[in-house]
C-alpha cells in the first residue's frame, strides 16, 4: 500500500493538462461491444479504473490494441459469454462502479448479461434499480442473485418502449441508452441524465449508425438499428479534474493555468468556483488562475448564506461538492454544502476539522464550512482517503497545510486522478510517494 507525504504551504506555478473524463471513459469502453467493428478511442486516462474495465474488455475476448499512450483500437468480433461464470469475472467485474455498464450493451448484441454488485466509492447507498427496471421494461428478465450478490439479465428480444425513468442516473441511463440502440421500435427515455459523458457517448452511438435525437436534454427518443459498426471518439477533458485544479490554485495561492479546458462543455462549474470568489480567466481555451491572496464567498441577493448543492447535470456535479467544501475553508464566509445525491461523503470533514478547519457538519447530507479567511494556515495532519474525491480534497488540504502531512490510501485518488504526484510536482508540489507501512517521524 502507498501513500503520499507532502510538505504544504507554498504556491504553485504552472500549466497543467486535463486528464481524459474518468467517467466517460467508463461509458465509451463499454460501448465498444456493441459491434464487431474496430473502434479507435483517444484520450483515454490513464488510471486504475479505466485500466481495470479495459481488462475486463480484454478478458471478455475484446482484441485490445494500445496505439499509443492514450489511444485504443477496440475490436469485440469473438465475445466469450463463458466467461460470466467464472471466479475471475465474479472478482474482477465488481471491481469498479463503471463495470455495470458492460450490461446494456451486452444484453442489446447477444441477449444475456450478468454483472456482479459493481464496486466504485463507499459515499451512500447506491442503488442499481434504474438499471434493471428499464431493461425490464424493454422486454428483459432480471435476476438478482442475493447470496452470490450476482445480478443476471435475458431477453430474446429487445424491444422499443416509453420509459420514465425513477431516477436520472448517469450510468443507468448509459446502460439503457446502449440496450436500446440495438432494441425493435422506437424508446423514448424520460428523465434520462444528460451530463456530457452521456452526450459524448450518445453522438458516438450515432457516427456508429445509431438514432438518437435529444441529446443533452432529458428526453432521449432512439430508433433501434439492426447493426452498428465501427468509429473514432475522443473523450472531453475530465471536468471533475478541472474544477479539482481551480481549487486547487485558490487554497494554495498559485498561479495555474488549466490547458484546453472545453470551456463550453464545463456548464455551470465556473460560475460556482466564481461564487467562492475565486478569480480566474478564460483564455482561450485554457483557465489562467492567478496568484491570490483571498477570495470571499457572495450571499445570495438578499443577504444569506450561499447554498453550493448537487443536482442532475445541468446542475452542479455531486463530484466536486468535497472540492468546494475544501476550498472554502479558507474563504472568506460561510457557505452550507448540500450533497443530496449521496449519505456518507461528507464524513471527510473531520479530517479537515483536525486540521484547523471549521465546519459544523450539521447531518449526513450538509455541512456548514466557515472560511478561515486565511487567518491561519490548516495544520498537516495524517490521514486517510475515504472516497476518490473526498481524497483529492484532502491532498489539497494538505498541500496548503503548513507541516507534514500524509495521506493513505492513496489507490483510490488513484481510480480517478492520472499520474497525478508528478503532475503536482512538475508545478512544484512537495509531494512524494512512500511506502504506507513506514513509521512516521
Ligand atoms: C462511473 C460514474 O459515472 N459515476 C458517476 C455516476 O454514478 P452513478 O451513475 O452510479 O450515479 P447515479 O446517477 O445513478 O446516482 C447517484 C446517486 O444519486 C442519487 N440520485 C440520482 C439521480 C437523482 O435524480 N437523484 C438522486 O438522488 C442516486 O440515488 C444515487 O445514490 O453519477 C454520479 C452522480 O453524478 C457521480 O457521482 C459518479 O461519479
Ligand atoms: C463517485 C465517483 O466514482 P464512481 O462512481 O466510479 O465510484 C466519482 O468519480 O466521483
Redesign the pocket.
Known amino acids: 500500500m502507498n501513500a503520499f507525504e507532502i510538505y504544504g504551504g507554498n504556491p504553485l506555478k504552472g500549466e497543467i493538462i486535463p486528464q481524459g473524463a ?2 466517460e471513459a467508463l461509458q465509451i469502453l463499454s460501448a465498444v461491444l456493441l459491434t464487431e467493428e474496430a473502434v479507435t478511442v483517444s484520450n483515454v486516462p490513464d488510471i486504475k ?1 479505466v485500466n481495470k474495465l479495459i481488462e475486463l474488455l480484454g478478458d471478455l475476448g475484446v482484441e485490445v490494441h494500445r496505439q499509443s499512450q492514450d489511444t485504443y483500437v477496440f475490436r469485440a468480433k469473438d465475445i466469450n459469454l463463458e466467461y460470466f461464470k467464472s471466479d475471475t469475472f465474479r472478482s474482477k467485474g465488481g471491481g ?3 463495470s455495470i455498464m458492460i450490461v446494456g450493451p451486452l444484453l442489446a448484441r447477444f441477449g444475456k448479461a450478468a454483472i456482479p454488485k459493481p464496486g ?2 463507499k ?1 451512500g447507498r447506491r442503488r442499481l434499480d434504474t438499471h434493471f427496471l428499464g431493461f425490464e421494461k424493454l422486454g428483459a428478465r432480471f435476476h438478482y442473485d442475493a447470496n452470490a450478490h450476482f445480478f443476471n439479465v435475458d431477453a430474446t428480444d429487445l424491444t422499443g418502449t416509453y420509459i420514465l425513468m425513477d431516477e436520472a442516473s448517469v450510468t443507468g441511463t448509459a446502460n439503457i441508452v446502449m440496450a436500446a440502440v440495438l432494441a425493435k421500435g422506437t424508446t423514448t427515455i424520460y428523465n434520462a441524465a444528460c451530463e456530457p459523458y452521456l452526450q459524448q457517448l450518445c453522438k458516438m452511438l450515432n457516427r456508429m449508425g445509431a438514432k438518437i435525437t435529444g441529446i443533452g436534454s432529458n428526453l432521449l427518443t432512439i430508433e433501434g438499428v439492426d447493426h452498428l459498426g465501427g468509429t473514432e471518439h475522443r473523450m472531453l477533458p475530465d471536468m ?1 479534474e478541472i474544477g479539482s485544479f481551480i481549487g486547487l490554485a485558490a487554497m494554495t495561492e498559485s498561479e495555474i493555468t488549466i490547458k484546453d479546458v472545453h470551456f463550453d462543455e464545463l456548464g455551470i462549474i465556473p460560475s460556482v468556483f466564481s461564487k467562492l470568489g475565486i478569480r480566474f480567466e478564460r483564455k482561450g481555451d485554457d483557465i489562467y488562475i492567478p496568484h491570490q491572496t483571498s477570495y470571499e464567498i457572495d450571499t445570495f441577493i438578499d443577504g444569506s448564506i450561499l447554498t453550493v448543492a448537487d443536482a442532475p447535470w445541468p446542475g452542479f456535479t455531486p ?1 466536486l461538492l468535497s472540492i468546494v467544501l475544501v476550498v472554502a475553508t479558507q474563504a472568506k464566509g460561510n457557505v452550507l454544502i448540500h450533497q443530496k445525491m449521496f449519505e456518507s461523503r461528507l464524513f471527510f470533514v473531520d479530517k479537515l476539522i483536525d486540521m484547523g478547519a471549521q465546519i459544523i457538519l450539521c447531518d449526513p447530507h450538509r455541512a456548514t464550512v466557515i472560511g478561515l479567511n486565511k487567518a491561519f494556515k490548516l495544520r498537516g495532519i495524517e490521514m486517510t482517503s475515504p ?3 473526498a481524497g483529492v480534497s484532502l491532498l489539497i488540504a494538505a498541500l496548503s497545510a503548513q507541516g507534514k502531512s500524509v495521506i493513505h490510501n492513496i489507490e483510490q485518488i488513484e ?2 486522478y492520472q499520474d497525478i504526484e508528478r503532475r503536482l510536482q512538475a508545478l512544484g508540489a512537495n509531494i512524494r510517494r512512500i511506502d504506507s507501512n513506514l513509521p512516521l517521524h
Do not use: A, Q, S, Y
Request: glycine share 18%; hydrophobic share 25%.
Open positions: 474518468k467517467n479504473d469498479l462502479r463503471g466504485g466509492d459515499i471533475i463530484d472516497d476518490i474525491r481510480r480517478g
